[in-house]
């Protein structure tokens, strides 16, 4: 709860924000024309799916450029988007606290301004890493202030083309459904969006109450007293062995199938103006070397992330151990690891995302056709890996392609803005570091397509065009 000052101040800050954007908002004509569906009504210029970080910067950056017949949908209630007060385990964002990104480059919505608001300048001076739940209020803080709007508990169930434009089919949380009908959609689902969490088949076999993905809600209190185990060694891993820790497991085994954990964190190192803008107009060839290499070293885990693990006397570290196999044994499971079996009382895998589009119900009309890295791109023997091979391959305005031209030609309505889009556009539609870089990148490809799409009506436009900006009056007495 704010206290009635701290409520006052971020007032103040909100109509700042708000006067600074509209200092800034030339040219402030609309522009984009308006279409009809079927019934008759004005059609949505952009529909976008999801309401995390991602997605409202993406709406904040479309209403920018004056493209304000928009909506954006997600399934959670409002506050619950992302991940931050769901499957996000840790303690803090891992970011620095001075990266800026769904801001868009304006100062009084950077989060910096909204917690000096809120608890002080000297807090801020004195803190560290952000709190992932001061995140997710800052967010709906943005979302409210730049005036994004959002249909909560709303999925969206099938997308279908009409005429030349999009039918979206959704679901709301009371049974309802409706179709939208729309220009484009963006797709900023998060870490699933173009497919599914990763779960090898003899642990998804398994039922539910043995096991679980780091992404799934999990009672951690069931788990007091027991033997739990973890596969995976990236910063989810952690964050879920150490969330059994805490809630009083008796043991908790992680088990790194690598020889060792990835200590290094690629994402350090690329963060940049030059890669962060720059990477998406390489050629193939360094997309994919690039992308190979930071991809196949695995995201890292900071210090902290470790600490809150090793600081339990019953957390164990298995280097070189992937599990072959599962099977229910007794009230538990066996799990088959190289050095023989382990019995565990619940297994946590955190293997992240495999990239499938024929996992998505919204995308079944389309998801065979889809254009992968794969289809497009021959890497030199050396450099082949099957699993960047299954990304989808972009346009240059984050737009799915056809893997086969003449169908599904209205794959180009859709706009791919999560983890997915890393092979094509780097870290992007997945990471606050790049957001500042990939959110006008994505806004102008989709402004540049409504343009096009409509460029005769824009030409006959000018060529009707005849208000004169002056009178020629003379003035009384003038010798004209």
């Known amino acids: 709860m704010l206290d009635s000052e701290a409520g006052k101040r971020l007032e103040a800050l909100t109509r700042r924000a708000r006067d600074d954007l509209a200092r800034i908002s030339h040219p402030k004509r609309s522009w984009v024309l308006p279409l009809r569906g079927p019934d008759e009504a004005i059609m949505l210029d952009v529909l976008i799916v999801g309401g995390g970080q991602s997605g409202i910067a993406a709406a904040f950056g479309l209403i920018r450029e004056h493209v304000t017949n928009i909506l954006v949908v997600d399934q959670a209630p409002r506050g619950m988007e992302g991940p931050w007060l769901t499957y996000a385990r840790m303690h803090t964002l891992r970011s620095p606290k001075d990266f800026t990104g769904p801001d868009l480059d304006i100062p009084a919505l950077t989060y910096q301004s909204w917690h000096e608001e809120k608890f002080g300048p000297d807090h801020w001076g004195t803190l560290h890493l952000i709190p992932r739940r001061d995140w997710a209020e800052y967010l709906l803080w943005l979302r409210d202030t730049v005036g994004v709007p959002v249909w909560n508990e709303t999925c969206v169930v099938d997308i279908q083309p009409y005429n030349d434009s999009l039918a ?7 049974g309802r459904i409706q179709t939208r009908y729309t220009r484009k959609v963006v797709l900023a689902t998060g870490q699933e969006s173009l497919g599914r969490w990763s779960m090898p088949d003899f642990l998804r076999d398994l039922p539910e109450h043995l096991r679980a993905h780091a992404a799934d809600a999990i009672d951690f209190s069931a788990l007091r007293g027991k033997c739990v185990a973890v596969l995976g060694a990236g910063a989810s891993a952690f964050d879920n062995a150490a969330m059994a820790l805490e809630a009083g497991a008796a043991e908790v085994h992680l088990f790194c199938r690598r020889a060792a954990p990835q200590l290094v964190q690629p994402y350090l190192w690329l963060t940049f103006t030059g890669f962060l803008r720059h990477f998406s107009d390489l050629d193939d060839t360094w997309k994919w070397r690039f992308m190979n ?4 070293l695995r995201e890292g885990f900071p210090q902290p992330t470790w600490d809150r693990c090793a600081r339990h006397a019953n957390f164990k570290l298995h280097t070189g151990a992937s599990w072959h196999g599962a099977r229910v044994a007794g009230e538990g499971v066996d799990l088959d690891v190289p050095q023989g ?3 565990a009382d619940f297994a946590i895998c955190a293997t992240g995302i495999e990239v499938n589009p024929a996992c998505r119900p919204e995308l079944a009309r389309c998801a065979d056709n889809i254009a992968t890295w794969g289809d497009r791109f021959s890497p030199p023997e050396e450099e082949k890996n099957d699993r960047l091979a299954r990304f989808p ?3 240059n305005d984050y737009a799915l392609q056809p893997k086969e031209i003449g169908r599904t030609s209205w794959l180009r309505h859709i706009h791919l803005f999560s ?5 094509s556009f780097g870290p992007s539609g997945s990471s606050i570091n790049a957001m500042k870089f990939a959110i006008p990148k994505l806004v102008a490809g989709i402004t540049g397509r409504l343009f096009a799409d409509d460029i005769e009506q ?4 000018l060529c009707d065009y005849d208000i004169p900006q002056a009178e020629m009056r003379w003035p009384a007495g003038h010798p004209d």
Do not use: P, R
């Open 341 to 343: 079996v382990f019995h």
């Open 393 to 395: 391959y972009l346009g």
């Open 293 to 296: 290499y930071i991809l196949g």
């Open 168 to 174: 979206v089919t959704l679901q709301q949380a009371n």
């Open 458 to 461: 824009y030409w006959q436009s």
């Open 419 to 423: 983890i997915a889009s890393t092979m």
